[in-house]
């Protein structure tokens, strides 16, 4: 680095160039556990002295980029509910991993967010539809929001088709990765799913863990 300004901070001569934690540099270098030149101490002001200060000097949103998934599993061998048909059903999600930023309730699947700010969401579900005879069957996704009447996403429109003889159907219906801003705490959102029979969250395939039949992804975004 050289005198003068570098992205608005004061790098002239005027005084020692310190990190976050008031240590100051040799030779301008910069090292893994103290990234940041924030000021000059002398034209600026002393510089943060913890993490905490530094992030807020920087306006630094700390949870961009973490990640949190929620999943609707099962008992190994378990097969999952069936869908009303005809409606819109819930989806229970009852499993979270991950970074805390939801509230999530495991018996109804509904959840709530942690902070505002902009969130990508992506989701998928396993459906599996037995027919006496061949036959499909519709599928639609949605993430909805319930306290505001809306849909923060609507997922593609789907259909499964039994081949000829064939008595099972089979369709893994998608939620497109999309961006939606949360602008309130309060309001509880759900991942729902639509069919025109009455399929079930898949079928069990017994590998000794939990069958996992849908799945939302949730990543934190500037």
């Not at 570098?6 to 240590?23: D, E, F, P, Y």
């Not at 101490?41 to 002295?49: D, F, G, I, L, Y």
């Not at 497109?176 to 025109?196: F, W």
Request: hydrophobic content about 40%.
């Amino acid at each position: 680095l050289t005198s003068g300004f570098i992205n608005g901070v004061n790098t002239s001569a005027a005084g020692a160039m310190l990190t976050g934690n008031g240590t100051a540099l040799v030779g301008c270098q910069l090292n893994a556990s103290a990234p940041f030149v924030l000021f000059n101490s002398t034209a600026n002001a002393a510089a943060p002295a913890t993490a905490a200060e530094m992030t807020t000097a920087l306006n630094i949103t700390t949870t961009t980029g973490q990640i949190t998934t929620l999943t609707y599993e099962t008992a190994n061998n378990t097969n999952g509910a069936t869908l009303t048909g005809g409606t819109w059903d819930g989806i229970n999600l009852n499993t979270t991993s991950g970074a805390a930023q939801l509230a999530l309730n495991a018996t109804t699947g509904n959840f709530t967010f942690n902070a505002t700010g902009n969130y990508s969401m992506v989701g998928m579900a396993k459906l599996t539809q037995y027919f006496s005879l061949g036959g499909g069957f519709i599928i639609r996704l949605r993430l909805r929001n319930h306290t505001a009447g809306t849909d923060a996403v609507l997922g593609m429109s789907q259909r499964s088709d039994a081949v000829g003889s064939a008595t099972t159907a089979h369709e893994v219906a998608h939620l497109p990765e999309t961006a939606v801003n949360v602008t309130n705490t309060s309001h509880v959102y759900q991942l729902q799913a639509y069919s025109d029979t009455t399929p079930a969250f898949g079928s069990a395939v017994a590998t000794g863990t939990n069958e996992v039949f849908a799945a939302l992804t949730v990543r934190k975004i500037p």
